[in-house]
């Protein structure tokens, strides 16, 4: 599937901001699933200072700031993308038992294994918490598969949580979502890293798109017309794959890839330092269709 993704984003500020520097994560990945084959930042006012570099976690972040007084900071990016169906087979997916995989990410000592230990421990947004675990474990149960066991969870955190964009913010813990049973993609992804890590096993976050569909005829999932998020489960041998709690799916070609990081904090779509005073007001949109 062929993508034109538009991300708008708009800060009005009610007094006059005399200097902000930002960091966005705003361009898709390209990886084996995936092909950006192109994406333009474009920020109002014109930036003063601009550059790019890839993170620990090879995500593009784009640097800027603006050193005039300004009321009004525009980001609009504009990308390009292609995403190609999951080809691993279910079938051989499935032979890898949980407890298995337990024991070759916390034994072996190759390259990658080591690599993968650093998205077992916990993380800024996800610590490690006894509820989790004791969550977790209606779905791990003894001599079950790892993608068994996920996909359980994942359709457990989809029936049990309520999603309400009005309950959560970015700040609020995790240890609260699990309390009352609601939130949105980015706590619903928080949980269920925190339940996979709690068995010893190896999650990371994952931010990005779902397409915007257009055609009555054709599913809406939840999180189209905003940034979404999900997580992946690394398996040995396979690498990593995909669930989405906020829709009970594994993610295919509707869901675009635009970082990965431990947790949210490792992913933050636009984030900076504003030096000024007062309030402000925050806008965001998102287009994704496919072309």
């Known amino acids: ?45 014109d930036p003063s200072g601009y550059r790019e570099r890839k993170d620990f976690f090879g995500n593009t972040v784009c640097f800027f700031s603006i050193q005039r007084p300004h009321q009004e900071l525009s980001v609009i990016v504009t990308s390009e993308v292609e995403v190609y169906a999951s080809n691993f087979q279910l079938d051989l997916v499935n032979g890898f038992e949980w407890e298995d995989v337990h024991d070759q990410l916390h ?116 999180g189209s017309g905003a940034s979404h998020a999900w997580f992946s489960v690394y398996f040995p041998e396979i690498g990593w794959i995909d669930f989405d709690p906020t829709n009970n799916v594994m993610p295919t070609d509707r869901h675009i890839t635009v970082a990965w990081g431990r947790d949210y904090s490792d992913v933050t779509p636009l984030k900076g330092v504003v030096y000024g005073s007062g309030t402000h007001e925050l806008s965001v949109s998102v287009d994704c269709r496919s072309v």
């Open 107 to 222: 034994i072996d000592v190759n390259e990658e294994i080591l690599e993968m230990r650093q998205y077992i421990l916990e993380s800024p947004m996800i610590p490690e918490l006894p509820e989790l675990r004791t969550y977790a474990k209606t779905s791990f149960t003894p001599d079950r598969s790892l993608l068994e066991s996920v996909a359980e969870l994942t359709e457990r955190l989809y029936s049990e949580f309520e999603y309400d964009t009005n309950f959560t913010s970015v700040a609020t813990p995790l240890k609260e979502v699990m309390e009352h049973r609601r939130g949105v993609c980015q706590d619903f992804a928080h949980l269920g890293i925190g339940c996979v890590r709690s068995m010893g096993l190896a999650a990371r976050y994952v931010s990005g798109y779902i397409e915007t569909v257009t055609d009555s005829d054709q599913e809406q999932l939840v």
């Open 1 to 45: 599937m062929n993508y034109k993704i538009t991300h708008n984003t708009h800060y009005s500020y009610n007094n006059f901001v005399n200097l902000c520097y930002n960091e966005a994560r705003l361009t898709p990945r390209s990886f084996t699933r995936q092909v950006c084959n192109h994406s333009k930042l474009i920020v109002e006012p």
